[in-house]
């Protein structure tokens, strides 16, 4: 079993930054790709940045410009950084970790709040 640990959501005023941490329990030779997620209430969970083996990434529009992905990868951590942020992004945000397998595990979710 994959352990993913989030960690850095907290409460912000809007135009401020946070930066997300993301830890799996596995070595990054294990893994396909990372990426972030966020659910707001009453919400589908969507995609809000990923990283690729191969260190290619991919963001949602309402991001760019604004949110980024990277990696450590002698630690399979990877970070988000959100800057200039919104109270759209308001939202619980989840670690995904797809392994070679195929299989996904997902953290517990780290609460972001954007006061306005």
């Known amino acids: 079993q994959v352990q993913v640990v989030e960690s850095g959501g907290g409460l912000v005023q809007s135009g401020g930054s946070l930066r997300l941490s993301c830890t799996a329990s596995?070595?990054?030779?294990?893994?396909?790709?990372m990426g972030w997620y966020r659910q707001a209430p009453g919400k589908d969970r969507e995609l809000v940045a990923s990283?690729?083996?191969?260190?290619?990434?991919n963001y949602a529009d309402s991001v760019k410009g604004r949110f980024t992905i990277s990696r450590d990868t002698a630690k399979t951590t990877v970070y988000l950084q959100m800057n200039s942020l919104k109270t759209d992004d308001a939202a619980v945000y989840y670690c995904?970790?797809?392994?070679?397998?195929?299989?996904?595990?997902w953290g517990q979710g780290t609460q972001v709040t954007v006061s306005s």
């Open positions: 990283i690729t083996r191969g260190g290619i990434t």
């Open positions: 596995v070595t990054i030779f294990s893994v396909n790709k």
């Open positions: 995904s970790t797809t392994i070679l397998s195929g299989a996904t595990y």
